[in-house]
């Protein structure tokens, strides 16, 4: 059974676009990202919601964030706050290894 996995952190430039592509080559998983804020690279839609099986933010803050826009299309939706800080460039070797170690007890 294919798990559809959502990553969100704030501009969608650094750790959600690293842990999309990072869980993107994983066997049954199909994974996508966005950014909360209004500039982001990629902004989170509705569409991503209702698509996503599990939704994997960054931040508390982002969790807070995503409940007050989109409350109404969450019910139900599994929200797992990772606790990375924004302090790694796309693709840093810390940054994988963190999400390595944090994502798959998530998954099935």
């Known amino acids: 059974m294919t798990q559809k996995l959502l990553f969100i952190c704030s501009q969608n430039k650094l ?7 990072v869980f993107s080559t994983w066997d049954s998983l199909e994974c996508d990202s ?17 698509w996503a099986d599990i939704i994997f933010v960054m931040e508390r803050v982002h969790r807070s964030k995503l409940s007050k826009k989109f409350k109404p299309h969450l ?4 929200v797992i706050v ?24 998530f998954l099935q």
């Open 75 to 78: 019910g139900g939706k599994r």
């Open 15 to 21: 750790r959600s676009p690293t842990a999309e592509q």
């Open 34 to 50: 966005a950014g909360l804020a209004n500039d982001a690279v990629v902004s989170l839609s509705v569409e991503q919601i209702e």
């Open 82 to 105: 990772l606790g990375i800080p924004d302090d790694y460039e796309f693709m840093e070797e810390d940054l994988i290894q963190l999400l390595e170690v944090k994502v798959p007890q």
